[in-house]
């Protein structure tokens, strides 16, 4: 494996058109050797508006993004490649998958949809969580390890296990020189979401997903994510975290993760 390279102020380094080194700042928390998720989904989130960058604008704007985690993703160096699948003037699909040495370790599939005004009509049950500020700063790296966990500032509030809500943001840019989308910076910290409200103790149990979906309502701004979360293990080995996303200004969407729960010391 190459050693990933200790850029102070970012998550990836760009090698090539569709390839990427991760900085120290992209490891994982369960494997020292494993880059953490959160950074990967807002790089592939980058990828995808890069791809999309080289048309005329379309008025379209994404409702949807999907990832499968198709194993552990090695600290090295990796491609993304970018498709559609399904073209449309109000409706367009897009497929991409991350590749280390050759192999497809994500396949990420995404919905960009046609912006019309439904000011007049627009509403949520869900709360705005309070402003960060309001929030205690909270040290994650005193329960969770790796490079990404320590480039992170996070506030928290907990109320019992498996239920907690945070805002997250880093002062690290996805890629070095490369300025990101809103949705690219947001996506970014979201898969965070499965290491705020622990059920159970990560030295003790392993729940790590093996996917992420995330769905907007509306655009996320600023530099701040809300993560309104709840995990939930059931009695087969099986869990789901789930997430009310917000901005500053309010909720933005949703996130799900299915979860593999399994002893420390288990198969």
């Known amino acids: 494996m190459t050693a990933p390279t200790a850029a102070p102020d970012s998550y990836y ?12 700042h992209a490891q994982g ?32 704007a994404l409702a949807r993004i999907s990832y499968d985690i198709l194993g552990l993703i090695a600290l090295d160096e990796f491609e993304i ?22 192999r497809a370790v994500v396949r990420a599939r995404a ?5 019309l005004d439904t000011t007049a009509v627009a509403g949520t049950h869900d709360e705005p969580l309070p402003a960060p500020e309001v929030f205690e700063p909270w040290a994650m790296s005193g ?5 990404y966990i320590a480039s992170i500032d996070v506030r928290r509030r907990s109320t019992a296990p498996g239920r907690a809500a945070a ?21 970014a910290l979201v898969d965070t979401a499965n290491g705020i409200a622990v059920r159970q103790e990560p030295t003790e149990w392993m729940f790590p997903n093996t996917d992420l979906t995330i769905h907007f309502h509306r655009r996320p701004e600023g530099r701040w994510t809300g993560l ?22 309010g909720p933005v969407g949703r996130a799900e993760q299915i979860l593999t729960v399994r002893p420390l010391n288990g198969s």
């Open 167 to 187: 805002w997250i943001s880093t002062p690290l840019e996805l890629v070095a020189g490369e300025p990101s989308s809103p949705h690219a910076s947001f996506i």
């Open 29 to 60: 928390a369960w494997h020292p050797d494993e880059q953490h998720f959160s950074p990967v989904g807002g790089l592939i989130a980058h990828a995808i508006d890069r791809y999309r960058a080289d048309r005329p604008a379309d008025g379209l």
């Open 143 to 147: 329960r969770w390890g790796g490079g």
């Open 13 to 24: 380094q760009r090698t090539g058109e569709h390839s990427y080194k991760p900085t120290a």
């Open 228 to 249: 309104d979360t709840s995990v939930t293990f059931g009695p087969a080995g099986h869990g789901v975290t789930s997430t009310v996303l917000h901005d500053v200004h």
């Open 111 to 115: 919905w960009f949809l046609a912006e």
């Open 81 to 102: 490649t970018v498709e559609t699948v399904r073209p449309g003037r109000t409706i367009e699909l897009v497929e991409a998958v991350a590749s280390v040495g050759g």
